[in-house]
């Protein structure tokens, strides 16, 4: 493994101009804004495509960018929304898909799943995103069919993360909002889900589509009462 | 979120220069031989720290850089190490622990984990090692019982992945070294778990420890015919 | 038990007259269109405030109304739920919460559930809403949040709803119909949640509000392609 | 969905009629003696059968009319089991199957059964009873068979009903009586299993036929004291 | 551990006398005709208190002498009991509880629990017993109620080893009884629950009490056809 | 059933010997120095192994010898290690496998298995082992790779105790060690694991081997610090 020759640049070359951040970083802890949920591919690094630097970011990364609903007790992604949400207070979190995902391309490759039981198990939490493209794209090719799964997942799983009991609260406060991403590989674009459920192109002009913005809900009870 | 200014400043200003690579990535897919698995903290950038450039790194990441031993299917981490091991035949595994990791410091704050139930619930699996620091650290003063938490939570985080069959099947092939890692975040040094259990300064200018090397097993069974 | 006298009663004064329709179901088998999922009350009968005759309502009743997440496998709703959507093809499926449903008041008075530790985890199914209300309604008195919760627990079943496969396919091809009812027992008054996230008095002069219309989702994946 | 008819209907001709009922029922809770569990099958309705008056019957309905054993925590049958007998100490508790069960039938047709995996899993809380009808009811032919396992089944969860503790304390106190019923839609008529395990019809002219009565047990330690 | 003298005594001493019998274990396999499940205690040896050779029970200790009921997938004990049944095809399960039993203790002194999360987990297998014990021994002193815990224990296992499907289909075929036992450290006396639920002394003048003794079931439905 | 001869020989014929020996164990409670988990195998009897008296070997039995690691709440063999370590402070574990194992031998007969779901689930734990041997023994015919599984399972059932947190602490402190045994039916020989993995004949002239003997470890944190 080379990786030492990695760890070397970074402590010689790397480190020494960034001394100061990991410093106050250590002493001050950290206080990221953000939870990013992405996938484990290698090709796909948070920090990169957001540029972010050290202590911006917090990350949870899987197979396949998923988030079990919280009936799942003991599981490290719902921890890790937790810890961000309770303890960190981040104001957004990103569930982040991008082209060409292993876990999804899974999917359509049954016999290779059967060699990898956990993952086949953890796939089930993409299920519906994969229901949801049998039923209702018959009509597209294979590629087609795989990105729209990944961008089904993605919204599969932030309807996932409204059900864990701290992110419900938060947002009824109107005090976290929701992203939905897609990173594209080849061309590095990112598309972001608006509230119409639609995936627009990120670009610097206009507003970052947000697929649930932060906003304070008026209970529903109230509205009952005035009735 | 100003996260949009970072996405643009990706691509306007850091994508074209990689361009070649990301396509290279895209047309012939990931094929990177380190899995790591490191906390979700935000200070700790695995990609940073081992200059691994995109492709290069697969990354698992969680509150407490935590690997769940194999009975638990379903998990978001063991599918992860199956999917880097199966899939992507890696050839090392680092699990990754950090200075002032607020996972590990919750087990000396039982209130806080109160208000974080799925936190609590996935520390269970760090359990041991916290065990090992109330039975055998009693001496030291709380700032150094969190330091030796870290340490031994790697420790066992190490023994889990080798109940997963995937990986028991590779080790014993000689196909695959397993490493544990510490990373200091105010002095950017990283220490390294060799075969005696401790914790060694990574430096240039000698071989990386490995805390279980890929050294083909020779067939216990064999052993017993002999005798 | 006097519930033989009732027994009595239906054999020799209700079959009678009911006979053709009887015999009518055994031989063809039931054809609901609607799933109620409703509280194990006994002073909510659903059959009763919907007017249905036997062979109209598919219905799955337990304390709470409460509709567990995809997740967790093995469980009698999710199961009522599936058989529901695959083998009737309904197409409604309504969840009925209720004033005065002693499962919601019981996240005020915690002792008492003490003694019911099966309801205490059945709950947590729950959770999410518990915490919008405590979040959101301290200016309310305790009256007022329970029916706060009432109405926030249906939402939160409606939301588990859509991550089940077979319902979310279901409702992408359109031809599936999501509604949160209240039925208040002093009143007899039944109120129905609009796509605003608001409950609306049922009359009979205007359309009935429906929480999530069917409506055949335009492929997100498509979308995308235009951008 | 016409079933906006049925509600105004309801609230129009039958409400006004009952009001004062509900209006009790509203003020002072409900105090129903009798669990019923029974199947989601819109052909069964609990009430109907038995004559019983809003706040008379507290209903469990479920695809099967399965009671999963005590050690599955977190279900919603146990729960409303244990809601019946802790928090309005019920006096009777009736497992009701009837004839043609799509649930029943499913062990007979395999292959529809991989359509619905929750369904699958839910039925393994019926296997005792499949098992006992492939062991011993070979000389049948299907629809006996069929016939043979609703009653295996109602059996196979009046034996769960028992390990549950709430139940289990109730019982040996002498103050719960366990039935096991058969509904058969195409006649009306209603089977109740007695001590002996069979299911007798039911006939106001003699006693209601009771799995379990209610009968304080003798301590089984104080038997062996004496012995 | 000076256990090596007692494997040198067995190997030098006791083993050259039972050779033939071990060789034709060796080659013939196994062939016990009953499981015994019984509890870890040192001093309740199944194959001392029942003078059996090696070769002649199936034997399966653990904390308490609990069988899990069969929704417990995954568990030692059912896997057990479905061995010795389907592979095995015993004819006879007996459940052997005894007296001082540190489980059953445990139940009345719920502090040292607290250091035992695992067996307090395992203990709720037996809460049924328990709450039996605390509902209707309340007169007895203690020792008395942890006597009867015992049997009570021993009889609610009886009632779960019923739902295990093998089980279940073997017991209706009428080729496996199952036996409830208590034996007594301090007498040396063994006691067998007979039909009547209550514990009798064994003697060898006359028959054994059998708990559910083997006898092939009458079809409940044929019963119902004929009524 | 003539199990109740050999009850009525112990009672006649043995116990009057031993009358003493129980009574002192029924007056001061056992003290166990080892907890021995072994097969539950009719021909492996681990008193009769060891010469172990009554009071001297706590003993957990399941199908292969099997430990779940720590993750598994609720469990019978988790429970029994926990009580051994916390309650009874056994000095030594000992892990015992034999040869012509049943549950060992059905990996290699995968048709039987779907007949023994439990014991299928159940087996998960030694699938590392499997695995090893699948990717390490395929020179080898039948029969050494069952006995080449035989003893990986036993180390693989060692690595699962060391993640339970009593064993782990108690380890650390150097009060406990693990012992990895195989028995052979038909020569009597026991073989016994060392340090390196290998299992070696034990015989009386020499130490016995153990795998992990007891031994306080030097806190790995305090290695780093001298670093
Ligand atoms: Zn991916
Ligand atoms: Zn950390
Ligand atoms: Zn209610
Ligand atoms: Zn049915
Ligand atoms: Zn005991
Ligand atoms: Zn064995």
Chains 1, 2, 3, 4, 5, 6 share one sequence.
Request: include cysteine; proline fraction near 6%; charged fraction near 20%.
């Amino acid at each position: 493994m080379d990786i030492i020759n990695g760890v070397s640049r970074f402590q010689s070359t790397v480190f020494p101009g960034q001394q100061d951040l990991f410093r106050k970083l250590a002493q001050d802890g950290q206080r990221p804004r953000t939870l990013m949920i992405s996938c484990a591919d290698s090709r796909v690094v948070p920090e990169l495509i957001t540029q972010s630097a050290p202590g911006e970011l917090f990350v949870c990364r899987n197979a396949g960018n998923i988030v079990p609903p919280f009936a799942m007790k003991n599981g490290g992604v719902s921890s890790a929304v937790e810890y961000a949400v309770v303890a960190l207070e981040v104001s957004d979190i990103v569930v982040c898909g991008h082209s060409d995902c292993g876990a999804m391309k899974a999917f359509f490759n049954p016999e290779a799943l059967e060699t990898m039981p956990n993952v086949k198990s953890w796939l089930a939490h993409s299920e519906p995103a994969f229901e949801v493209v049998k039923s209702c794209c018959g009509h597209m090719n294979e590629a087609e069919q795989i990105q729209a799964l990944v961008l089904e997942n993605v919204s599969i799983q932030l309807l996932h993360l409204q059900n864990h009991p701290s992110v419900a609260a938060r947002m009824a406060q109107g005090k976290l909002a929701l992203h939905g991403w897609f990173f594209d590989i080849e061309s590095g674009e990112i598309r972001a889900q608006g509230p119409d459920g639609v995936f627009h192109t990120v670009s610097n002009d206009k507003p970052l589509p947000v697929a649930i913005p932060a906003s304070r809900r008026v209970a529903r009870s109230l509205a009952v009462e005035a009735a």
